[in-house]
């Protein structure tokens, strides 16, 4: 995604997202607590949250955000931009949670994935783009702790953009089709990345 698209789309969350509540969250999903308030930070890429935000999981723990915040939407992979901006529209709430707590590791890689998936559900986006953009980010996204240094048995796999772009739609067919809980998503991602459904291509090839 070139540099201009990129600010393009955190200009409309801007736009369209400042000062707007989110107390209209389905419950069965958790809720928001505040309201989403930014502006760009200094160098024109980065968006600053100026009021503090969260969400609480339908579990009651609090995803809190606090005022100050910049993020620029690096923990979701870049392959699905250009599918799913994710700060556009009712993704933008639950991506500014789930940069934050990517940036900050206070918990583990698996909760914060799937709080994405659960505060995108939320702010009600459908059923099946939550799961694909949920699957997407537990192939792609950061991973830390136990198990996820490069080589061991919970590291992300390695793939090119056009391979991610790949496998985010082959994700999306079987989310269409299979309509699969988040167990049975997290399965098939695992298989997608250890190779019997596409073999990832080796830089060059």
Same mark, same amino acid.
């Given at each position: 995604?070139?540099?201009?698209?990129?600010?393009?789309?955190?200009?409309?969350?801007?736009?369209?997202?400042?000062?707007?509540?989110?107390?209209?969250?389905?419950?069965?999903? /958790?809720?928001?607590? +505040?309201?989403?308030?930014? $502006?760009?930070?200094?160098?024109?890429?980065?968006?600053?949250?100026?009021?503090?935000?969260?969400?609480?999981?339908?579990?009651?723990?609090?995803?809190?955000?606090?005022?100050?915040?910049?993020?620029? /939407?690096?923990?979701?992979?870049?392959?699905?931009?250009?599918?799913?901006?994710?700060?556009?529209?009712?993704?933008?709430?639950?991506?500014?949670?789930?940069?934050?707590?990517?940036?900050?590791?206070?918990?583990?890689?698996?909760?914060?994935?799937?709080?994405?998936?659960?505060?995108?559900?939320?702010?009600?986006?459908? $059923?099946?783009?939550?799961?694909?953009?949920?699957?997407?980010?537990?192939?792609?996204? &950061?991973?830390?702790?136990? +198990?996820?240094?490069?080589?061991?048995?919970?590291?992300?796999?390695?793939?090119?953009?056009?391979?991610? $772009?790949?496998?985010?739609?082959?994700?999306?067919?079987?989310?269409?089709? $299979?309509?699969?809980?988040?167990?049975?998503?997290?399965?098939?991602?695992?298989?997608?990345?250890? /190779?019997?459904?596409? &073999?990832?291509?080796?830089? /060059?090839?």
């Amino acid at each position: 995604m070139t540099m201009t698209l990129r600010y393009l789309l955190l200009t409309a969350m801007i736009s369209a997202g400042a000062g707007v509540s989110a107390s209209w969250a389905d419950s069965r999903f /958790g809720h928001y607590v +505040g309201k989403f308030v930014a $502006e760009f930070g200094g160098d024109g890429r980065k968006v600053k949250l100026i009021e503090p935000y969260g969400y609480v999981d339908p579990a009651g723990e609090q995803w809190d955000v606090p005022a100050g915040y910049l993020t620029d /939407g690096a923990s979701v992979p870049s392959a699905l931009w250009a599918l799913y901006p994710p700060f556009t529209g009712a993704y933008r709430s639950a991506a500014v949670i789930h940069d934050y707590y990517c940036d900050n590791k206070q918990r583990s890689w698996q909760d914060t994935h799937k709080v994405f998936y659960n505060a995108m559900r939320a702010a009600d986006v459908d $059923e099946n783009t939550a799961k694909i953009m949920y699957g997407a980010v537990y192939l792609f996204g &950061p991973r830390w702790g136990p +198990g996820t240094a490069p080589g061991q048995r919970n590291a992300a796999p390695k793939a090119t953009p056009e391979q991610q $772009e790949e496998m985010v739609e082959k994700l999306k067919t079987f989310v269409e089709t $299979e309509n699969p809980d988040l167990d049975s998503l997290e399965a098939h991602a695992k298989r997608m990345s250890s /190779g019997p459904i596409m &073999p990832l291509r080796k830089d /060059g090839e």
